[in-house]
């Protein structure tokens, strides 16, 4: 039944048919074969779906785009150029900055590439930046958006696998510093070689006066992550005080956010929320019948055949990782991978939460690799050029993202250190 299952789903995959469709059709042929009863699958899908945490994603779906609509984004922007735009390349840094700063409440990548990229894709072209550059950076530096904390990838590998959401939060932090850390060190070096960014600094405001325009969009992230580590609320209602927060701040202090804004805003957050929900019910539903034909052990056994220690265990799941997350998006990679590779990575010695930032890092990734990188379409969309003129430029960042993927892999400390601190009892 197993077998049949994912060959059905390959093949669904290879007629490009929805991965959530796809992946829903090879559980009803599962059923079917297995001579379970239908009732199943409907009960199945509600077991998925009945889960706190869920809660979390569409409220942060819509306000990533709260703070688009309201003006959020664009003083964050202001901010970042501020601290880094002086410097030469700093416009391209002052992307890889706001990123980082707008992740900090929005959980999507997507999002991010949507809100910073119409603002700095086109300020990095007139400052003679190259467009397919510029847009190829916005889609690397967006996957930020599911690295630093609240990630929406990160919900469903707890919410699939019962592992802490707060933790893997946690962990998701010095990771998602190191690889912004790392993109604007080599766009700095990028600007350098090519005589670029000369000019950044200029329009540039002063740090003070950047941050007192910009204090309560940067207060937004603080609170957020500052009430969850707190204690004062929990990542699910934190994702309800970010929504509370953008429509406060955009709609009665900056101005920014109208009454039709606010009906764009919902309706673009039911429809990506409902293709989330609808794929991880799908996922629900197959990743049962595959543990209920006991695959988990069955691959474990397999894996620790095939390698013989923990560095080689991981070494050959990234490469898997990094091939799949190139053809199957994010959040179906997780929810269907997530609760078969954990157990196999425990029996190695590898902590969950270590391995849940190890996984959302690697599939990250496959936001910004053709031919399903769903980060550099929304790029292209941006930018208005084709996902073929963005790879050549594509390849140094997708370069600089696998070298810090290798350093988190092999330094858990990096991931579990502040954890630890957090969380010490």
């Not at 005080?241 to 957050?269: E, M, N, P, Q």
């Given at each position: 039944?197993?077998?049949?299952?994912?060959?059905?789903?390959?093949?669904?995959?290879?007629?490009?048919?929805?991965?959530?469709?796809?992946?829903?059709?090879?559980?009803?042929?599962?059923?079917?074969?297995?001579?379970?009863?239908?009732?199943?699958?409907?009960?199945?899908?509600?077991?998925?779906?009945?889960?706190?945490?869920?809660?979390?994603?569409?409220?942060?779906?819509?306000?990533?785009?709260?703070?688009?609509?309201?003006?959020?984004?664009?003083?964050?922007?202001?901010?970042?150029?501020?601290?880094?735009?002086?410097?030469?390349?700093?416009?391209?840094?002052?992307?890889?900055?706001?990123?980082?700063?707008?992740?900090?409440?929005?959980?999507?990548?997507?999002?991010?590439?949507?809100?910073?990229?119409?603002?700095?894709?086109?300020?990095?072209?007139?400052?003679?930046?190259?467009?397919?550059?510029?847009?190829?950076?916005?889609?690397?530096?967006?996957?930020?958006?599911?690295?630093?904390?609240?990630?929406?990838?990160?919900?469903?590998?707890?919410?699939?696998?019962?592992?802490?959401?707060?933790?893997?939060?946690?962990?998701?932090?010095?990771?998602?510093?190191?690889?912004?850390?790392?993109?604007?060190?080599?766009?700095?070096?990028?600007?350098?070689?090519?005589?670029?960014?000369?000019?950044?600094?200029?329009?540039?405001?002063?740090?003070?006066?950047?941050?007192?325009?910009?204090?309560?969009?940067?207060?937004?992230?603080?609170?957020?992550?500052?009430?969850?580590?707190?204690?004062?609320?929990?990542?699910?209602?934190?994702?309800?005080?970010?929504?509370?927060?953008?429509?406060?701040?955009?709609?009665?202090?900056?101005?920014?956010?109208?009454?039709s804004d606010i009906s764009l805003t919902l309706h673009k957050s039911v429809i990506?929320?409902?293709?989330?929900?609808?794929?991880?019910?799908?996922?629900?539903?197959?990743?049962?019948?595959?543990?209920?034909?006991?695959?988990?052990?069955?691959?474990?056994?397999?894996?620790?055949?095939?390698?013989?220690?923990?560095?080689?265990?991981?070494?050959?799941?990234?490469?898997?990782?990094?091939?799949?997350?190139?053809?199957?998006?994010?959040?179906?990679?997780?929810?269907?991978?997530?609760?078969?590779?954990?157990?196999?990575?425990?029996?190695?010695?590898?902590?969950?939460?270590?391995?849940?930032?190890?996984?959302?890092?690697?599939?990250?990734?496959?936001?910004?690799?053709?031919?399903?990188?769903?980060?550099?379409?929304?790029?292209?969309?941006?930018?208005?050029?084709?996902?073929?003129?963005?790879?050549?430029?594509?390849?140094?960042?997708?370069?600089?993202?696998?070298?810090?993927?290798?350093?988190?892999?092999?330094?858990?400390?990096?991931?579990?250190?502040?954890?630890?601190?957090?969380?010490?009892?």
């Amino acid at each position: 039944m197993s077998q049949l299952m994912i060959v059905s789903m390959l093949i669904f995959f290879g007629l490009s048919i929805p991965v959530a469709v796809a992946i829903g059709l090879a559980a009803l042929t599962g059923i079917s074969v297995g001579g379970l009863p239908w009732l199943v699958f409907a009960q199945q899908i509600f077991a998925a779906l009945d889960k706190y945490p869920l809660v979390a994603i569409p409220f942060f779906i819509l306000a990533g785009n709260l703070m688009e609509a309201g003006g959020i984004s664009e003083r964050m922007v202001e901010f970042a150029k501020s601290i880094v735009g002086g410097i030469q390349g700093g416009l391209a840094c002052t992307c890889v900055l706001t990123c980082m700063i707008f992740a900090a409440v929005a959980g999507s990548s997507v999002a991010t590439t949507f809100a910073v990229g119409a603002i700095l894709i086109p300020a990095m072209v007139r400052h003679g930046y190259p467009k397919p550059f510029a847009a190829s950076l916005q889609a690397s530096a967006a996957e930020l958006g599911v690295i630093i904390p609240p990630s929406i990838p990160m919900i469903l590998f707890a919410v699939s696998t019962d592992t802490s959401t707060g933790e893997l939060f946690i962990a998701g932090v010095m990771p998602g510093i190191l690889i912004g850390l790392a993109l604007m060190f080599y766009v700095w070096l990028y600007a350098k070689r090519n005589g670029l960014g000369t000019r950044d600094g200029e329009g540039r405001l002063p740090l003070w006066p950047a941050f007192k325009r910009a204090w309560l969009a940067l207060l937004m992230p603080v609170i957020i992550l500052g009430g969850i580590y707190g204690g004062v609320f929990t990542p699910t209602e934190a994702s309800v005080v970010a929504v509370f927060y953008a429509i406060v701040v955009g709609k009665f202090i900056y101005r920014r956010l109208k009454v039709s804004d606010i009906s764009l805003t919902l309706h673009k957050s039911v429809i990506s929320t409902a293709v989330i929900m609808f794929l991880i019910a799908n996922a629900g539903v197959f990743s049962f019948l595959l543990n209920r034909a006991g695959i988990p052990d069955i691959l474990g056994g397999w894996l620790s055949q095939l390698f013989d220690s923990k560095f080689g265990f991981l070494m050959g799941v990234n490469v898997a990782l990094f091939i799949i997350g190139m053809f199957v998006e994010t959040s179906a990679s997780i929810v269907v991978l997530a609760p078969l590779l954990l157990p196999v990575a425990v029996k190695f010695g590898v902590e969950p939460v270590h391995f849940g930032v190890i996984m959302v890092v690697n599939l990250a990734l496959g936001m910004v690799t053709p031919p399903f990188g769903v980060n550099l379409f929304a790029a292209c969309a941006v930018a208005k050029l084709s996902v073929e003129q963005l790879i050549k430029p594509l390849v140094p960042f997708v370069v600089v993202v696998l070298i810090c993927l290798m350093i988190i892999t092999y330094w858990p400390g990096l991931s579990l250190g502040l954890r630890d601190i957090v969380y010490a009892k």
